[in-house]
T-cell receptor, first 110, second 117 residues
Framework: GENVEQHPSTLSVQEGDSAVIKCTYS??????FPWYKQELGKRPQLIID?????GEKKDQRIAVTLNKTAKHFSLHITETQPEDSAVYFC?????????FGTGTSLTVIP | GAVVSQHPSWVICKSGTSVKIECRSL??????MFWYRQFPKQSLMLMAT?????????EQGVEKDKFLINHASLTLSTLTVTSAHPEDSSFYIC?????????????FGPGTRLTVL
């Protein structure tokens, strides 16, 4: 099955700085790559996603890039704010299954 | 919208008993639902894919006879943890796919915390 790796596991940034989280996947058939934000005790919330026919997608302060050849995709958060602090998960899907990365705990220091 | 609910939100049971968790899509039909297990501070582990009207597809290492999944309608999937033991204590989350809204996008339930004494 698919193997999704995510780095780093923890990330601390100063408020206003950028944060980058990277994921790699193994199954070349994966064609959908969502990113989720999960606050403690709550359900994952989709923040942005990208499909395999697109290399980059941006939504305000959040952007995702995808390199299908290298099988990696990244989440970029600019101008970070304290409310961005949470655990972020990447995922890869072929459409039939979803496999999640191990998560990144992001702390934005005011 | 696309709202997914789970019931119960928290259940405590004695070792050896069975527990049923419900996952409902409230305002859309979900032909496919997914069940995940999440340990504290860890990622979501896919347990099985539930398809309406057919048998669930289980991930490697997940016991079919222990985690019974039934997807009897387009709005309801159930996960039954049979003969629960303390090691089954975890956070169980379902998600549903509404292919009419956005292909592949998942909508998550709030999760069910299972504590087995």
């Amino acid at each position: 099955g698919e193997n999704v790796e995510q780095h780093p596991s923890t990330l601390s940034v100063q408020e206003g700085d950028s944060a980058v989280i990277k994921c790699t996947y193994s199954d070349s058939a994966s064609n959908y790559f969502p990113w989720y934000k999960q606050e403690l005790g709550k359900r994952p919330q989709l923040i942005i996603d990208i499909r395999s026919n697109v290399g980059e997608k941006k939504d305000q302060r959040i952007a995702v890039t995808l390199n299908k050849t290298a099988k990696h995709f990244s989440l970029h958060i600019t101008e970070t704010q304290p409310e961005d602090s949470a655990v972020y998960f990447c995922a890869a899907s072929t459409g039939n299954q979803f496999y999640f990365g191990t998560g990144t705990s992001l702390t934005v220091i005011p | 919208g696309a709202v997914v609910s789970q019931h119960p939100s928290w259940v405590i049971c004695k070792s050896g008993t069975s527990v049923k968790i419900e996952c409902r899509s409230l305002d859309f039909q979900a032909t496919t639902m997914f069940w995940y297990r999440q340990f504290p501070k860890q990622s979501l582990m896919l347990m099985a894919t539930s398809n309406e009207g057919s048998k669930a597809t289980y991930e490697q290492g997940v016991e079919k006879d222990k985690f019974l999944i039934n997807h009897a309608s387009l709005t309801l999937s159930t996960l039954t943890v049979t003969s629960a033991h303390p090691e089954d204590s975890s956070f169980y989350i379902c998600s549903a796919e509404n292919s009419r809204l956005s292909y592949n996008e998942q909508f998550f339930g709030p999760g069910t915390r299972l504590t087995v004494l």
